[in-house]
């Protein structure tokens, strides 16, 4: 398949990226080029049409039969979530008014679906919203942000004023904006944030659709998820399962960063597109080098779903669809999106150890097991990449890690967990000749793969 092309503003970096479409036109995606920025309210409604905030209950019925799945990295059916958070408020008092949350954050640094849907198609994201809130009785939503994301934000709360000025039926709305720590992003951490405390996760007695915020049934969507529901309410259920496959409905936005000076290029896949098309080299012209040396942009292993995805053996996983069902079948899971391939002449042991060093320094710092585990994994990589470990280092490693899964109030500690424990398969070879203090024969650098400075502030 070819991949049509035109370019797209990175809100972080202010970068032109190359934007690849699957299929033209595109779907959350489509309309104005993304140059032009954010669509305007009045483009937004000559494109797509109003809102039918209709029959809640038909709403529903219709989200259930779409199949759509979270894409902030659970993959939970939406449909059950709204259903809990609606049969929750009607059993409780006039207290019991639910929140719904937009999760804007993206704390996952290799990820800029969320910060560009926001940036160029905010009215979608506020639309999403609103046929949330209608569905499980809330009367105001709030928009949670992460510092650092500037234009997201600007973009956001312009969309909301065009909207007030419009006189829409539409919740009170409220654009926060927390701290740019990783696990800010987990739901429960976004909870306690709204409640004026530190936005870090807490452990749960009932899910939050149940009893969120102030013990109010709260509703936490990714900004993906909500822009899908958009376009469910509008065009159908029917409409919108003719892109993805039938068990992994939809069309869906992934971030794949291939190297080269654009950073991470975002794809809006319609039709399922394999790991090794998304994988393709980028043209000569596109690369740092210029081209010279067409093997740094062979991978090796690819990372799949996030810095808290899985490793797997870049041929082993070529010709498999990048969608959940046929990732799950492999073992993986697509996360929020991210395919982060390893040049074959990188360390897969320095790329773990990075990833886990950053990943260690973001635990919130309430769990032991997170805390203290997910530092000592990273030293022990770290040692394994100097060469001054040994094979019984890398077999308690491996013991550490299975003592660390499930055991943290949220799931960050799992997510290293998994990232590990796979790249410890997937480079066994690599880990091997380290842990023998032998040479591994990597001569490249690893990719230049962002990793924010941690904010010390947790408000
Ligand atoms: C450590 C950690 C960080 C997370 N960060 C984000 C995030 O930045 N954005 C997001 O949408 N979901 C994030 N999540 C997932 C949320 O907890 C939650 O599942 C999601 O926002 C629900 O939205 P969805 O159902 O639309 O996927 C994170 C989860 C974990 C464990
Ligand atoms: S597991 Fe880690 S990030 Fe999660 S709540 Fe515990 S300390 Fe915080």
């Known amino acids: 398949m070819t991949l049509a092309r035109s370019p797209v503003l990175d809100p972080l970096t202010d970068r032109t990226l190359p934007y690849r479409m699957g299929q033209p036109g595109g779907r959350l995606l489509a309309g104005r080029p993304p140059r032009l ?5 009045r483009d937004h409604a000559a494109r797509l049409g109003p809102l039918p905030l209709g029959d809640p209950r038909r709403v529903l019925e219709e989200l ?4 759509l799945t979270g894409r902030g990295g659970g993959g ?13 408020a009607s059993a409780g008092c006039a207290h019991h008014v639910p929140h ?7 704390s996952e640094p290799a990820s800029v679906k969320d910060r560009t849907l926001c940036t160029l198609r905010p009215h979608l994201v506020l639309d999403g919203a609103a046929v949330a809130a209608a569905i499980a009785g809330a009367n105001r939503v709030v928009v949670y942000a992460h510092r650092g994301t500037d234009r997201a934000i600007e973009a956001l709360r312009l969309a909301v004023a065009e909207r007030r000025a419009a006189g ?17 992003g987990e739901a429960s951490a976004a909870a306690s944030w709204l409640e004026g405390g530190e936005a870090k996760p807490r452990a749960l007695r009932l899910p939050l659709a149940v009893g969120g915020i102030a013990g109010r049934p709260t509703v936490v969507h990714n900004v993906e998820t909500m822009a899908h529901v958009a376009l469910i309410v509008r065009f159908g259920a029917d409409w919108w399962r003719q892109a993805g496959t039938m068990a992994s409905p939809g069309s869906r936005l992934v971030t794949v960063h291939r190297g080269g000076p654009r950073g991470a290029e975002l794809l809006e896949m319609v039709a399922p597109l394999t790991v090794g098309t998304l994988l393709t080299p980028p043209a000569p012209e596109d690369r740092d080098d210029g081209g010279r040396s067409p093997s740094s942009y062979e991978p090796g292993a690819v990372l799949i779903g996030g810095y808290a995805g899985r490793w797997a053996a870049a041929d082993a996983v070529e010709g498999v669809p990048f969608t ?23 360390c897969g042991v320095a790329a773990m150890a990075t990833l886990a060093q950053w990943l260690a320094a973001e635990s919130a710092g309430q769990c032991g097991p997170c805390l203290f585990g997910l530092a000592d994994v990273a ?3 770290q040692r394994l990449t100097e060469r001054v470990s040994s094979r019984r280092e890398v077999r308690n490693l491996r013991l550490l890690l299975g003592d660390i899964r499930g055991k943290g109030a949220c799931h960050h500690p799992d997510g290293v967990v998994g990232m590990v424990e796979s790249g410890l398969d997937v ?7 380290h842990a023998r203090r032998r040479p591994c024969g990597a001569t490249a650098d690893l990719p230049a793969w962002p990793f924010p400075a941690p904010e010390e502030a947790w408000r």
């Open 37 to 41: 920025g954010a669509e305007p309210l």
């Open 64 to 67: 259930e039969r779409s199949g």
């Open 76 to 88: 939970f059916p939406v449909a059950r979530k709204l259903a809990a958070a609606r049969a929750a």
């Open 100 to 106: 719904v949350v937009v999760n804007a954050s993206e």
């Open 168 to 184: 829409l039926p539409d919740p009170a709305w409220l654009v926060g904006v927390g701290p740019a720590r990783y696990v800010s």
């Open 324 to 346: 959940s069902d046929a990732l799950a079948a492999v073992g993986l899971a697509p996360g929020c999106g991210v395919v982060a391939p390893l040049p074959k002449e990188a």
């Open 379 to 381: 030293e022990g990589l």
């Open 427 to 433: 480079f066994a070879d690599d880990v091997d000749r």
